[in-house]
């Protein structure tokens, strides 16, 4: 006979590191129901390690949107197909005949704004027979790994950041099989970002470029700034700072753009891959 204890012991919480730097698996949880002390164990896992992964989910549309309203606003993203009736829920798509994906290169989430997304929640509708798993780099770990001197010349520094070589009519998703999907054209982006940012919750200090959007440092030409924001790239894509999330339908993900870098792998040509993800509203980075 299960007794109150077994089974408040069977519904208890239990969070995983996925790798040394970044990432905790949580399981044991309904994301549907969560008390207010297991919303705030998941949101400081999610703070001190970048991306917390859940699986075995059953959100429907309705109940992603209100989870992601937990976290404060929500940004609906301008290039994404939207999700039918819901346009907080931006479509993650690649068909069987596509051969593009969204997201396949490291990046972070809307550096190209003045005031970033803090985060997403990513949820596996549909997903491919094997691959298109999701890589997470842990960039304060990247920080903590350089030297002193260079991480000095780094804190003197500001980066400019935007999308526009990525969404705009001639730019990089319109020359490939994803561009009549995307909206946004138009759009015009530039921000400008402390090099070295201090995560507005936890104090860590984090490096904050990324290739996906990162010109250039401020001041400097994008010929100048290539040679030094290579080498920090180069640091940032090495393993040991990574972890993988692999996906099944239903899985939940949810990551800090402040402190992450993702990369979408595509590795499933021939096979759909389905995923809603809700942005969430960040703050000034200093
Ligand atoms: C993204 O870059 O937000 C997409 C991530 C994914 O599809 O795994």
């Known amino acids: 006979m299960q007794t109150m204890a077994t089974a408040a012991i069977e519904h208890a919480m239990t969070l995983t590191p996925m790798s040394e730097h970044i990432g905790t698996r949580i399981e044991g949880v309904d994301l549907r129901h969560l008390d207010?002390?297991?919303f705030a164990a998941i949101r400081q896992a999610v703070f001190e390690r970048g991306v917390v992964y859940v699986p075995g989910q059953q959100l429907t549309e309705e109940e992603h949107i209100a989870f992601a309203r937990c976290w404060g606003g929500i940004?609906?993203?301008a290039y994404f197909p939207a999700n039918g009736g819901y346009p907080e829920i931006a479509e993650v798509r690649k068909s069987e005949?596509?051969?593009t994906n969204i997201g396949g290169g490291?990046?972070?989430?809307h550096s190209y704004d003045q005031v970033p997304a803090m985060g997403s929640i990513l949820i596996a509708r549909e997903t491919p027979p094997a691959g298109g798993d999701t890589l997470f780099a842990s960039m304060g770990a990247v920080f903590d790994s350089l030297s002193d001197g260079l991480k000095n010349t780094l804190r003197g520094l500001r980066a400019v950041h935007s999308a526009d070589h990525i969404y705009k009519a001639d730019g990089l998703y319109a020359q490939t099989d994803q561009g009549a999907d995307l909206k946004g054209h138009d759009i015009r982006t530039l921000a400008?970002?402390?090099v070295v940012i201090r995560h507005p919750k936890t104090g860590r200090e984090i490096l904050y470029v990324n290739p996906g959007f990162t010109l250039n440092f401020e001041g400097w030409t994008r010929e100048e700034s290539l040679p030094l924001l290579k080498h920090l790239y180069g640091?940032?894509?090495?393993?040991?700072?990574?972890?993988?999330?692999q996906w099944q339908p239903g899985s939940v993900a949810i990551w800090d753009n402040r402190s992450t870098w993702h990369y979408a792998m595509n590795d499933y040509h021939g096979h759909r891959r389905l995923m809603h993800r809700i942005t969430l509203s960040g703050e000034a980075l200093e």
Do not use: I, L, S
């Open 36 to 38: 207010d002390g297991d």
């Open 75 to 77: 940004d609906v993203n």
């Open 97 to 99: 005949n596509q051969k």
């Open 106 to 109: 490291w990046h972070t989430d």
């Open 192 to 194: 400008n970002h402390p």
């Open 235 to 245: 640091v940032a894509e090495r393993e040991e700072f990574h972890c993988r999330v």
